[in-house]
């Protein structure tokens, strides 16, 4: 039981490393796949937390549609030049 | 002995999980981040398996399975953002 924690521990670790990234980060595209990668650490920990409906949720909606979405609404917007 | 075993490798996908969250921190270009995105999933899928093993309840394997179907997705997007433009 203790394993879960530390891995619980590294899983929070991870989803705070993530949302740091996505607010400092220069480029947006990057800033959008930290963001995703919060959502798909957040998953993980709701299967450690007991929680199989919301990591499904979380996974489809989260880490899958949010991404698309976002990068749908930076194609829109054309303000700073992509390398 | 069994869970020697799978306490092993909870610790060997912790330093997987080190590893890819190096890249995405280090990556000078966003195709490195994109990459670091791709291993994450696959790590979270062996992990969410793990799991499933180790508590004994393999409703999470489910979890894995909707994963698995939609981890291409973001990537893919990526992908096509970089190129043209979505």
């Known amino acids: 039981m203790t394993m879960m924690t530390l891995l619980t521990l590294v899983l929070c670790i991870g989803i705070l490393i993530s949302a740091l990234l996505a607010t400092y980060l220069e480029r947006r595209v990057a800033a959008v796949i930290s963001a995703g990668l919060v959502g798909l650490f957040a998953s993980v920990t709701y299967v450690i937390l007991s929680a199989p409906d919301v990591a499904m949720t979380e996974a489809a909606i989260g880490s899958g549609i949010t991404t698309v979405i976002f990068l749908f609404a930076l194609s829109k917007t054309k303000e700073q030049p992509d390398e | ?86």
Do not use: H, Q
């Open chain 2, 1 to 86: 002995m069994a869970e020697t075993i799978l306490n092993l490798a909870v610790i060997i996908i912790m330093i997987a999980i080190g590893l890819g969250i190096y890249r995405l921190v280090r990556g000078p270009t966003v195709v490195d981040r994109v990459i670091a995105l791709d291993l994450l999933t696959l790590i979270a899928i062996a992990l969410i398996t793990m799991i499933a093993l180790v508590t004994s309840r393999f409703i999470y394997v489910d979890v894995a399975l909707v994963y698995g179907l939609l981890s291409f997705l973001s990537v893919l997007a990526v992908a096509r953002y970089l190129e043209r433009g979505l």
